[in-house]
């Protein structure tokens, strides 16, 4: 087993192939968010009960005196400017995606996996350099044994069909050498098709709604899925550790006696 | 040189209705393989034998029907024939092609052509039984629509017949009259109106001859590679799976899509009216016109009191469903029905019904114009009680038939939304979202139409950036020539997403025997009678004045979608098409352009 | 060419000693909309090895995933497409409309060395034509610094040279491709894949001016079999070397089948027919799929040009279509070997053919009674259009005209676009 399984295993449960992850890196484009304003102290709480975390390299670098029983800490790699919605106070007039890490970059950071996204409705060059970004990171990545997650955000103008679209994203990931997928959750029919295409590499879902992630998480385990990828929503939820660990029991559900 | 032997009948039927006198002339023997036939022969017909400033509804306009080297052979929709007028909606050069059934008919008749001039004083129909012509009193069909005559027809006549017939649009001398075979038409221009102001009421023709090619060994190693091409193909297999409303999605996306009268670009109800929807909600059996192997033809399954289309097409779709924001495939399929049911063009109707609603909205017109109608965007009763009015040429009806350019003569404010060049309806792009389009619509010699060289292939084959104006006009002339060509040869352009001009010309060369070296030899065909068409128009009076486009498009910038903020930048692009074209400042071709092409001798008379 | 580069290269092209290759492009999902071929790469990939195929064209990331494909000598060889763009996803190709793309982009997307510590024997890269001048440029920059890495590593560089865009036109694709073909050898390419130019001559004309390997790739699938096979047995006789097909393999029910039906033309000297092993059955009949029929008329057209003088026409048809009452109705209608006729004819003027089994008119016997035009329920014995003097000397103003099967090879069944009127075994003469 190479270390880059190692890695894998680290926020993916061995025993049931599953996870549940938490990314609270949407700070580095977003500022401060609601319920993340003091990131360590929102954290901290939140840590045992999740298999990953991604934060951002800056947020990464201050996350010390983690134990081993808190989750494995994966880095987000890429800057957008596309997440931003119209009344933000620096509304996008065009689409920016800049790369700011390599796996190399994640290993100086103790990162467990580098996380980037595959942004699907801009503009062809934003499309084309999230390919390029993919299969490179995806390359060095096997030279380091870093593995490469891929959150596919089919959020631009451009979309006209979204389960299509997630489809579309799943497959660029998985051409470009991808370890793994975060998707919006669409429809069991489309999950199907992904989860034929990723032949066992790990897929995530990310919820519609926090409301609606039970649901939807007992459809993808169901259907072989890995699990629930969560984002900064959480964090301004009523009850953040009460809701993971609600997720975490569904996901990690003692083995039945007997 | 014995042009039976190669693919023709060298025979041209030439009926006066005035004097009621049948005959038939050769073809123009050393001219064909200059002009191959269809559209060239009609062209050359209409530019020689008809003189100057005819008046379009009178017996000196001539009505061409016409086919092709390749039509009666088992060549890719090799059933496909045109005709050719003076349109009375544009006073332009105009012609118009059909699929159907019609079309070998009149070539195993043994006719490469009909010529129809003068005007009967009854109603009479044409019958053409190979080389028995006459002609037969027709007050009894007067008055019938569409199914109806050729219902009448097929009883006193049997099954074996094809007819052309005209309903009471064509019989009124509507602008918007189109000219019927069964469910395939020519559409457009008007033709249907000429055909009426002759009391012509329908053509029959059976015939029981044979076409002989010049090089049957290479003709059918020529069908064999073309063929396979058609087949390897994936818009022909999209033809096939969804019919021509396959690009209706990709229109949208584009920002394309013409809705509100060309107001906006996209419509929110696209994926109800996509192809898939009709695939999966309305469709049953596939048609295919003669000899055509992709079958885009569809028929629907019947409505609750019974209604059948074989359609719609993408325009239809566009024309009755976005442009009037009307996004119910049923209300679509049944406007659909009353435009082939009594012989209309569907596009045209569908531009004056947009147009209506705007003018409505806007307080131009009110219910007691219409007969008590009151069409706003979006009201399918509405647009469904205006376009039986037309189709019946009752009431309202009898205006509105005469298209967008007539009622905004009557009501001069509607002008700067009036979406038509040169009195023809505008088709289903938006010119705004796809500038080498809009230069097709200036520039085509039958007003804005998108079957004479428009580069769709700028929206839906991603050939090129349809928001950029450089270079568009290189692709237009190229479009325009190999456009030309076709429909010379008499093809369907759907053949053509799978073959190429080099597979048209191997199938002509075998065919007809003639000298085209290169490929590049027998292109020039197309360029040659795309001007032989403009010079006619010249002659009429038109010049680049009339290569414009309305105001929405030349003024209003686009409101949403990729086309966002967008006008037309059209003078730049004009300029270097007449440029390319070797035409003059005011887009007249120069005696010199007219000599390189063969159709002045250098004396400067015709040739 | 340095050792490397041509271990390299004979591990693509001499797999079988004859400078040949067959192999299958199966980087669709790297550029284009999820597809079935796409969603099914993995058992795609495993037919075709089956199938026997010399190598597979995969994107840089499915390269790493199914590495362990490509292992041991009997393995098939690696060919990684090294660059992207988005033409599938451009218009109507764009077959899902899921996220469509307007303009072409294309770019460098790994190095020759990644692609060599990938194992692959060679990579593919595409050189654009007809779009506009930059796109021209960024493909004659990602070839040129692609040959010159490649070179280094010893890494063969196949060039896919495409007429795309705006300028490309019905009459100057071909030129375009050929121009496209000699640029990408004066740069350096070590191997083409270029599309077919339609023809064996015009295809040929490619290949000499090009002066390395030629693969030919197949474009969209049609749903014939025959024609991948036949546009692939031209490719090679106008001296190409092989193929390296996409979609009309890995979208083929039988992708397997379809790649040992290439290997046998390639490498064995098979013709298409061979390959597709047509049934030769003794007896054939013609039979309908009703609802198929688009009523185009193809059959009939065809069925005459095939008799008599070879001329195209419907009159003397031995089959018609039924328009039906109503539109949308019409039927193939054809001989059925019902015997009807035989039985009628008052003197035994027609039989079985011995050959073909279909009905033969003794013409000699004939008396134009008119009693199987009339009883064919069918409809399809017509009257000639001539008269005949018999061996008797008496004169027919007229003989009947029956379906011949065309000796055994229907016309009719063989132009029909939509299978509405197919071939079928004919167990024995009724």
Redesign the interface.
Known sequence: MDSKAYRLREFIDPHDNRSLVLDASAGLSLGPLPGLEQFSTAVEPVLPLVDGLVASPGQAGRLAGRTRSDAALLVRGDWTNALRVPDFVLPPETTSHIPLLNPADALDLGASALVIYFLLGFEEQIEAGCLRETVQLALQGAQVNMPLIVDVQPIGPRVVLHQKAIELGVSYALEGGADGVAIPWSSRGSFETVLAMAAGTPVWIKPTTLQEASAELGEVLDMGGTGLWLDQRLFASRDPVKRLEEYRAQIHQPEPAG | MDLRRRAYCDRILRVDLSSGEISTTPLPVESMPLILGGKGLGAWEIYHDQSQGVEPLSPENQLIFHNGPLT???APTA?RFGCTTLSPATRTYSDAYCGG?WG?MLK?AGYDALVVKGAADQPVMLVIDDERVDLRPADHLWGLNITQTSEQIRQEFG?EWQSLVIGPPGENQRNLAGIFN??RALARGGVGAVMGSKNLKAILTR???????FD?DGYRRALQ?A???V?????T??LNREGTV??L??ID??GALPTRNFQRGQFEAADKISGNSFREHEWV???????????C?K?TRPLSDGV?I?GPEYETTFAMGPNCAIGDRETIIRLNWWCDEYGLDTISTGGVVGLVMEMFERGMLDAGDLDGIEPRFGDAAAALALVEKMAKVEGCGEWLAQGVAAIADQHPQAQPFAMHVKGLEMPAYHPNAAK?TALAYAVSERGACHLRGA?L???????????AID?KA??FR??QA?KAIWDSACLCYFP?YG??????W?LVTAATGFDYPT??D??LIGERISTLARAFNVREGFKREADTLPPRNLAQPMVGG?ADGHVVELAPMLDEYYRLMGWDEEGIPTPERMQELQLLNEDGSRE | MNAGLQARFDRLFNRHGDGRAVCVAADHGYMSDVTPNVVNLRPVTEAVIQGGVDGILLSPGQAMRLASYFQGRDGPALIVRADWMNMPRLGTSNVANAVPQRLLTHQKVVTAQQAVELGASAITIYLFLGYNDQIEAIGIEVCARFVRECHQVGLPCIIEPLAYGGQVTGANSVEILTLGARMAVEIGADALKIPYTGDVDTFRNLVDVAGVPVLVLGGARSDYERDALELFAEGLEAGGSGCLMGRNVTKSPDPQGMVEQLCGIAHQGWTVDRALQTEQWDLIKLKAHPAKCTGCMLCVVACVATHDDGSFGTSLSRLRIDPGRKQGQHRVMFCTLCKKCLDVCPTDALRWHPQSGAVELLVDKCTASDECVKICPTQVIVHSDTGIQIESGESLDWYPVVCDLCGGEPECAIICPTEAIFIDQRKELA
């Open positions: 009666g052979t088992t059933g059934y070998q195993y099954s069964d469910s015939g029981n001859g044979h076409v002989t090619v049957p590679l063929f396979r091409a087949r390897m193909s994936s818009e297999t999209l396959n690009i999605e990709i996306v584009m059996k596939d048609y295919a016109c003669f000899g055509c192997p992709i079958a033809g028929y059948v074989e080498g580069p292939g700028e929206l839906f084959s991603g050939s090129a950036d349809p928001l270079g290189q692709l190229d479009h190999d053509g073959m190429k001009l080099k597979e048209l191997q490929v590049r027998f292109e990729p």
